[in-house]
Nanobody
Protein backbone atom coordinates (compact mmCIF):
# COMPACT_ATOMS: atom_id res chain seq x y z
CA UNK A 1 0.00 0.00 0.00
CA UNK A 2 1.36 3.38 -1.02
CA UNK A 3 1.43 6.09 1.60
CA UNK A 4 2.79 9.63 1.50
CA UNK A 5 3.02 11.51 4.78
CA UNK A 6 3.72 15.24 4.96
CA UNK A 7 5.10 16.85 8.08
CA UNK A 8 6.83 20.03 9.14
CA UNK A 9 3.98 22.48 8.85
CA UNK A 10 3.25 25.02 11.53
CA UNK A 11 2.86 28.69 12.27
CA UNK A 12 5.63 31.18 11.56
CA UNK A 13 5.90 34.91 11.17
CA UNK A 14 6.21 36.58 7.81
CA UNK A 15 9.80 36.34 6.63
CA UNK A 16 10.37 33.08 8.45
CA UNK A 17 11.25 29.64 7.12
CA UNK A 18 9.90 26.12 7.25
CA UNK A 19 10.95 22.78 5.85
CA UNK A 20 8.22 20.36 4.87
CA UNK A 21 8.86 16.64 4.50
CA UNK A 22 7.13 14.09 2.30
CA UNK A 23 7.97 10.58 3.45
CA UNK A 24 6.88 7.62 1.38
CA UNK A 25 6.17 3.97 2.00
CA UNK A 26 5.16 1.39 -0.58
CA UNK A 27 7.02 3.18 -3.39
CA UNK A 28 10.55 4.40 -3.95
CA UNK A 29 10.38 8.15 -4.41
CA UNK A 30 13.52 8.20 -6.56
CA UNK A 31 11.46 6.43 -9.24
CA UNK A 32 8.84 9.19 -9.21
CA UNK A 33 8.41 12.84 -9.83
CA UNK A 34 7.20 14.49 -6.63
CA UNK A 35 5.03 17.54 -6.76
CA UNK A 36 4.23 19.99 -3.99
CA UNK A 37 0.90 21.79 -3.95
CA UNK A 38 -0.72 24.47 -1.85
CA UNK A 39 -4.38 25.02 -1.17
CA UNK A 40 -5.15 28.38 0.37
CA UNK A 41 -8.47 28.92 2.15
CA UNK A 42 -11.28 29.20 -0.37
CA UNK A 43 -8.97 28.66 -3.34
CA UNK A 44 -8.09 25.87 -5.70
CA UNK A 45 -5.08 23.69 -5.11
CA UNK A 46 -2.10 25.08 -6.99
CA UNK A 47 1.18 23.58 -8.06
CA UNK A 48 4.19 24.94 -6.18
CA UNK A 49 7.01 22.77 -7.42
CA UNK A 50 7.99 19.47 -8.93
CA UNK A 51 11.18 17.48 -8.81
CA UNK A 52 11.72 14.94 -11.54
CA UNK A 53 12.67 11.33 -10.96
CA UNK A 54 16.39 10.76 -10.46
CA UNK A 55 16.15 8.48 -13.50
CA UNK A 56 14.96 11.34 -15.72
CA UNK A 57 17.19 14.30 -14.97
CA UNK A 58 16.21 14.95 -11.35
CA UNK A 59 15.65 18.62 -12.10
CA UNK A 60 13.44 20.83 -9.94
CA UNK A 61 10.85 23.31 -11.12
CA UNK A 62 8.92 26.04 -9.37
CA UNK A 63 5.96 28.32 -9.74
CA UNK A 64 6.98 31.92 -10.39
CA UNK A 65 5.47 32.97 -7.05
CA UNK A 66 7.98 30.91 -5.08
CA UNK A 67 11.00 30.81 -7.37
CA UNK A 68 14.16 31.81 -5.53
CA UNK A 69 12.62 31.28 -2.10
CA UNK A 70 11.52 27.61 -2.15
CA UNK A 71 13.79 24.64 -2.80
CA UNK A 72 12.86 21.00 -3.24
CA UNK A 73 15.36 18.23 -2.52
CA UNK A 74 15.57 14.47 -2.02
CA UNK A 75 17.01 12.19 0.63
CA UNK A 76 17.05 8.82 -1.10
CA UNK A 77 18.17 6.96 2.02
CA UNK A 78 15.12 8.23 3.89
CA UNK A 79 12.79 7.90 0.89
CA UNK A 80 11.79 11.48 1.57
CA UNK A 81 11.43 14.68 -0.42
CA UNK A 82 11.72 18.07 1.25
CA UNK A 83 10.34 21.49 0.46
CA UNK A 84 12.39 24.22 2.10
CA UNK A 85 10.55 27.51 2.19
CA UNK A 86 12.37 30.76 2.92
CA UNK A 87 11.17 34.34 3.37
CA UNK A 88 7.59 33.19 3.77
CA UNK A 89 4.82 35.65 2.99
CA UNK A 90 1.28 35.72 4.34
CA UNK A 91 -0.10 34.45 1.03
CA UNK A 92 1.83 31.21 1.61
CA UNK A 93 -0.78 30.23 4.20
CA UNK A 94 -2.59 27.04 3.30
CA UNK A 95 -2.48 23.28 3.35
CA UNK A 96 0.54 21.82 1.59
CA UNK A 97 0.36 18.48 -0.13
CA UNK A 98 2.91 16.26 -1.80
CA UNK A 99 2.06 13.83 -4.56
CA UNK A 100 3.94 11.29 -6.67
CA UNK A 101 3.62 10.38 -10.32
CA UNK A 102 6.14 9.04 -12.87
CA UNK A 103 6.35 12.49 -14.50
CA UNK A 104 5.83 16.07 -13.39
CA UNK A 105 2.19 16.52 -14.36
CA UNK A 106 -0.93 18.59 -13.94
CA UNK A 107 -2.21 18.17 -10.38
CA UNK A 108 -5.21 16.07 -11.50
CA UNK A 109 -2.88 13.48 -13.00
CA UNK A 110 -1.12 12.55 -9.76
CA UNK A 111 -2.16 9.18 -8.35
CA UNK A 112 -0.52 9.19 -4.94
CA UNK A 113 -1.25 11.98 -2.45
CA UNK A 114 -0.41 12.77 1.12
CA UNK A 115 -2.93 14.03 3.66
CA UNK A 116 -1.51 17.55 3.79
CA UNK A 117 0.14 19.71 6.40
CA UNK A 118 -1.04 23.16 7.50
CA UNK A 119 1.21 26.19 7.11
CA UNK A 120 0.12 29.48 8.64
CA UNK A 121 2.05 32.71 8.13
CA UNK A 122 1.32 35.61 10.43
CA UNK A 123 2.38 39.21 10.08
Amino acid sequence: QVQLVESGGGSVQSGGSLRLSCAASGITLDDYAVGWFRQAPGKERETISCIRSVYRDGSDHYADSVKGRFTVSRDSAKNTVYLTMMNLKREATGVYYCAAEPFCSHRWEYNYWGQGTQVTISS
